[in-house]
């Protein structure tokens, strides 16, 4: 024995056994398969290890009751990166309930450093939970890391996949983990967990966790889970089927959507037809998202429509069904979310619907989850010319990235050591640096190969759970024997024609408000007396309502009737004021005649006239070949000037589309300081993808 625990295999596992059944409060819990294994290596052997199991299989049982045989035999504290939030709020109060004492530092509890730096240093803790992005934190690096790593009793990468920038949730941070490992005494077990890889990715993280490490993997079958796969590619029938089928549904569940609009409008859509349902997306405040998690946990929703936004962090064990809106981007995504249900009862729902514009949303994430070489190049070049710091803003002047791509890739340098940042600077290193070309061109052709892989998942006419079990290198796969290609489906995938067309009148009936430009590209106001008013748009491009139409009718070169109605009857619904007296158009050198035209029979509709009052004189590109604000402002600015009359009184300034908005911004500050009336934005549809 060494302060109580024993030295010998089987009692020592005895002893495991009573720490894992403390932590579940179950005297009767035995370990699954596969995790007492783990846990030997891990605590036993000090092993480096990885742990690769299905969702529900027990992965932070692994790591709580290492912690707790390590420390009762006098190591130091545990140290778990672990990537969101949510996910820490679970594990600390899991591991308290074991009588461990679980502590984080983040960037909500500052106040709190000081006292948990002391309780380190006083070896009270005994694991401390961080975020990857803590690495790059100059106060962590200086004030806790140098007395902890020295002491750690055990590493633990939760979520390890995020590691790999060949998994579907690759964050940069996770790669400054290589280079804290190097600090760690030789002897400190390293442990990895994941639910979430396939063979390359296995490979990547055991390549960066270092030699000889022990991978533990498991059959990732789901027992209770009852897979389907639907292509149904009109939104109006998915919307329809969604609000007759989920009722049916046992228990509550998730619908996850692609993007934030089709989250929102999906919850909207469902509460029209009696349905407790909540939208659930990254553009809520973190106090909205924990309370829309507790309200699901407790059961006062049937539904929560979210996006990938509800990741990791989330686990309640008795959801019932998970249902994708649209088709995820790879199967590893796909089993990561679906996994969610049926993790503690015997019987859950997996649906997969497939639509229309599944494939336009995920060439978008393609397109914009890296850089091209030209605009890494640029941004390389500029920091490498300025030799001082370089604010953020401006980059952007000079680079043609949105800054949260701006940000991703400037976050990668930092990582890899090419560029430093203080605060919202940067400035180059004297670190050499080529573009990754052939690496990213292997991992978009890697996910081009996963995106035509869920397709044959969902035409497939066999085993839905063998074919996915099989996409991630589960030598196990089998069929299943409970989806609906194993045995007959228990409902229709019909909706009531009613109920679509109800459907297909919601989708076309909720036209869209934004809101203006309020400062200028390089951060000063806009005088509020040459801003142009809130803007009203019909739909979303390609939105399976107004938008949709509007993207076909561009394509054939003339605006239905039908379209012009709608903008006519959504313009005198929202009581523009102060009220419009005429109407002008934003005019192009591409299609003069299409948005003249629209303009015109807007004004007749209205009983109002049409003025003739803003001319093109350059072309510039598409404002959607440009990323950022900096590029939007400069492309247009010097596109249009006032060359007609303008009548002195409110306007409507249309386009078919808004964009960046600087067009609309641009032009209706030239309209008011020529002495127009307020400015009324009115668009078709707003091209926003999320």
Not at 358 to 386: C, G, H, V, Y
Request: proline share 5%; aromatic share 6%.
């Amino acid at each position: 024995m060494v302060n109580g625990v024993a030295t010998d295999v089987e009692t020592w596992s005895a002893q495991a056994l009573a720490a894992l059944r403390s932590l579940t409060g179950r005297p009767d819990d035995e370990f699954r398969d596969g995790q007492l294994d783990a846990i030997q290596a891990v605590a036993f052997r000090r092993e480096r290890v990885l742990v690769v199991q299905r969702t529900g299989w027990g992965k932070s049982a692994v790591y709580f009751v290492a912690t707790k045989m390590l420390r009762d035999a006098g190591s130091g504290p545990t140290i778990i990166v672990s990537p969101l939030l949510a996910l820490m709020r679970n594990q600390i109060a899991a591991g308290r309930a074991a009588g461990l004492n679980i502590v984080t530092i983040n960037s909500t509890n500052n106040d709190d450093w000081f006292q948990i730096t002391e309780d380190l240093a006083d070896d009270k803790i005994d694991a401390l939970l961080v975020a990857p992005e803590r690495f790059a934190n100059q106060e962590f690096l200086d004030d806790v890391l140098p007395n902890l790593a020295p002491r750690a009793g055990l590493f633990v990468v939760d979520e390890v996949h995020c590691i790999s920038d060949w998994g579907h949730d690759f964050r940069p941070d996770y790669r400054r983990i290589g280079r804290l490992l190097e600090l760690l005494p030789k002897n400190v077990p390293v442990l990895g967990t994941t639910a979430t890889a396939n063979d390359r990715v296995v490979n990547d993280v055991t390549a960066q966790l270092g030699e000889n490490i022990t991978t533990i993997r498991g059959p990732l079958d789901r027992e209770s889970l009852r897979l389907d796969a639907i292509s149904m590619p009109s939104r109006a029938h998915r919307l329809a089927w969604l609000s007759e089928i989920i009722p049916t549904l046992e228990g509550t569940g998730i619908v996850y959507c692609l993007t934030v609009n089709d989250a929102h409008r999906l919850a909207e859509w469902l509460r029209n037809e009696g349905i407790a349902a909540e939208s659930y997306a990254a553009d809520l405040s973190t106090d909205t998202k924990t309370r829309l998690e507790d309200r699901l946990l407790r059961n006062d929703l049937k539904v929560l429509c979210a996006t990938s936004a509800l990741g990791m962090g989330y686990d309640k064990p008795d959801l019932g069904f998970v249902i994708h809106y649209q088709s995820p981007g790879s199967p590893i995504s796909y089993y990561q979310q679906v996994g969610r249900a049926g993790r503690a009862i015997p019987n859950a729902v997996g649906i997969l619907l497939s639509g229309s514009e599944d494939s336009d949303i995920q060439e978008w994430f393609m397109q914009t989850a890296f850089p091209s070489r030209p605009e890494a190049e640029t941004l390389i070049e500029l920091l490498e010319k300025r030799a001082d710091w370089t604010s953020l803003p401006a980059i952007e002047e000079r680079v043609n990235l949105r800054r949260g791509r701006l940000q991703q890739m400037l976050k990668v340098l930092e990582v890899e050591g090419v560029v430093e940042r203080n605060g919202m600077k940067y400035r180059r290193t004297l670190k050499k640096w080529t573009y990754p070309e052939e690496r990213l061109a292997k991992i978009n052709a890697a996910r081009r190969i996963e995106q035509d892989a869920m397709l044959k998942y969902i035409s497939s006419d066999i085993c839905l759970m063998q074919i996915l079990r099989g996409l991630l290198d589960d030598p196990e796969s089998q069929s299943c024997g409970r989806c609906t290609r194993c045995v007959e489906r228990p409902y229709s995938v019909d909706a009531d024609r009613g109920t679509v067309g109800r459907a297909r009148d919601f989708l076309r009936g909720r036209p869209l408000t934004f809101e203006p430009r309020k400062q200028y590209s390089g951060g000063s106001k806009i005088p509020e007396n040459r801003r142009v008013e809130q803007g009203r748009a019909l739909g979303v491009w390609n939105d399976g309502g107004w938008g949709s139409e509007t993207r076909d009718c561009k394509e054939a070169g003339e605006f239905s009737d039908a379209l012009v109605a709608a903008l006519v009857e959504t313009v005198k619904a929202a009581r523009l004021s102060p009220k419009p007296a005429w109407v002008t158009d934003i005019p192009s050198l591409r299609a003069p005649a299409l948005v003249l035209s629209l303009a015109q029979r807007l004004a007749d509709g209205l009983g109002i006239p049409y003025v003739a009052s803003i001319a093109k004189v350059r072309e510039a590109v598409p404002q959607s070949t440009r990323a950022n604000s900096a590029q939007q402002h400069s492309n247009i600015a010097t596109s249009f000037e006032v060359a007609g009359e303008v009548p002195s009184g409110p306007v409507i300034l249309i386009d078919d589309l808004v964009d960046s908005r600087w067009t609309m911004t641009v032009v209706g500050e030239a309209l008011l300081e020529a002495g127009a009336g307020a400015v009324h934005p009115v668009v078709l549809a707003v091209t926003t993808p999320g």
